[in-house]
């Protein structure tokens, strides 16, 4: 299977890296890597172990790609006005899609261009940073869950398939009949963390934690992430809120990717991340003050209205 990697940081490069590293015929596409990834290869620092591709397929743009089997969507969601250039040169009659990005929405921006039947949902619960193109630091986890946009037996087997595809390559990985089901799993994360480091103005995790009350700020937010997921019909596993927060305790000094974006000056993915979804939450009826007061932090910090 021919893989294009759209959106070479550190999450496609780590990725594209184990899926190489299996055998798999992967392609990169991304402007910022294309002369380091073809001067010196791809390498991977990592807790399970280290990577060093000499040699890798990498292309300034889609159309130097050409079209591939399978297109895995790893830029951020502040990128997805890019689809329409740059999906088309990539497909084929029986292209399929897989979107790792953040949030929400973003599976049905792709399907736009490829029929819904086609998208699968990737969610990563990995830290991985790059510190400079083509230098990955793989700090924790790196598990996958799949699941299909548009719900079906065929679109369920699929994710299975694609689970299997990815445990070949050393990520443990699961999947689920429904997208929403996982987007929550992740965002119970995401929102208060990821926010919070943005709130602090683009804090690691390590220093959240030294400031005061703000481990239990996170689990406030952490909590009303999970009612409305409940709410939603998507109950999320009892123990969600305790080991979330221990997980997150040992990350040491990882800076989420949102705190990275905005240490430099990139646009972060407040609509996907925090916006979208805290409107489901009104939709849902359920009260949200600490997520609601987060996603005004962030705002201000943005300069947003």
Not at 135 to 147: C, K, M, N, T, V
């Amino acid at each position: 299977m021919k893989i294009a990697i759209l959106g070479a940081g550190a999450l496609g490069c780590y990725y594209g890296a184990r899926l190489a590293e299996a055998g798999e015929d992967v392609c990169f596409i991304g402007r910022s890597v294309y002369a380091p990834l073809r001067a010196g290869g791809l390498h991977v620092e990592s807790v399970h172990g280290d990577i060093h591709l000499p040699q890798v397929q990498v292309c300034r743009k889609a159309e130097e790609c050409g079209p591939v089997d399978l297109v895995i969507v790893c830029w951020k969601t502040t990128c997805n006005d890019l689809l329409g250039a740059c999906l088309p040169p990539l497909l084929k009659e029986s292209t399929e899609v897989l979107t790792f990005q953040n949030g929400m929405g973003n599976a049905e921006a792709i399907a736009t261009y490829v029929p819904a039947e086609r998208v699968f949902i990737g969610l990563c619960f990995v830290c991985c940073m790059m510190d400079e193109p083509g230098q990955i630091r793989h700090l924790e986890g790196g598990d996958i869950q799949f699941a299909p946009l548009k719900p079906s037996a065929a679109g369920s087997a699929r994710a299975r398939e694609f689970a299997v595809l990815f445990e070949k390559s050393r990520i443990v990985t699961s999947a689920y009949d429904y997208a929403e089901q996982i987007q929550w799993c992740k965002l119970s994360w995401n929102i208060p963390f990821n926010g919070l480091c943005v709130a602090h103005g683009g804090i690691s995790v390590r220093k959240l934690f030294t400031l005061p009350g703000q481990d239990e700020r996170a689990r406030l937010i952490m909590e009303e992430v999970c009612a409305t997921a409940e709410k939603r019909g998507f109950p999320l596993p009892m123990n969600m809120v305790h080991r979330q927060m221990e997980r997150t305790r040992v990350m040491g000094d990882f800076i989420p990717s949102s705190a990275v974006d905005y240490l430099r000056g990139r646009p972060v993915e407040y609509d996907a991340i925090w916006g979208l979804t805290l409107e489901r939450a009104h939709e849902a009826g359920v009260e949200v003050p600490h997520w609601e007061q987060l996603a005004a932090d962030i705002r201000r910090r943005l300069n947003r209205a």
